[in-house]
C-alpha cells in the first residue's frame, strides 16, 4: 500500500473510531434530530458534563460534528448529515448476523 493510500484509510480509520462508544451513536442519533446544547445531551446519556464533553469533542475532532457558541451555552449538530447512512449499513450486519445465527441454530 503506497502512502497516499494509507493516508486514505488512516482518515476513514479516524472517523469509524470516533464513533466507537454507544454514548457517541447515541449522539449523532439525538442530533439528526437537530442541535441540541451539552447540558441537554448531559440529561439524556446521564453523565457528567466533563464525560460528555470529551465525547462531544472526540466526534467534532473527527469532523462529525460542528459546534457553537452562544452565551454560556455550546450548542452541537451533525456537520455532515450523511453519517446516518452508516447507521443504516450498521442495521444490516446486525440483521445479517441474527439471520446467520437463526439458521445455524435450526441445523
Known amino acids: 500500500m503506497d502512502n497516499k493510500t494509507r493516508q486514505k ?3 476513514r480509520a479516524r472517523v469509524i473510531k470516533a464513533m466507537a462508544h454507544p454514548s457517541r451513536l ?12 451539552v447540558c441537554e445531551l448531559r440529561d439524556m446519556i446521564g453523565a457528567d458534563i466533563s ?5 462531544l469533542s472526540v466526534l467534532r475532532d473527527a469532523g462529525i460534528l460542528d459546534d457553537e457558541k ?9 456537520r455532515v448529515p450523511c453519517i446516518l447512512n452508516f447507521f443504516g449499513c450498521v442495521e444490516g450486519v ?8 437463526a439458521a445455524v441454530a435450526k441445523q
Request: glycine share 8%; net charge positive.
Open 9 to 11: 484509510y488512516e482518515a
Open 26 to 37: 447515541f449522539i449523532v442519533d439525538e442530533l439528526s434530530r437537530g442541535e441540541r446544547c
Open 51 to 55: 464525560t460528555v464533553s470529551k465525547h
Open 70 to 78: 452562544r452565551g454560556l451555552q455550546v450548542f452541537y449538530r451533525l
Open 94 to 101: 446486525l440483521q445479517a448476523n441474527a439471520r446467520r445465527g
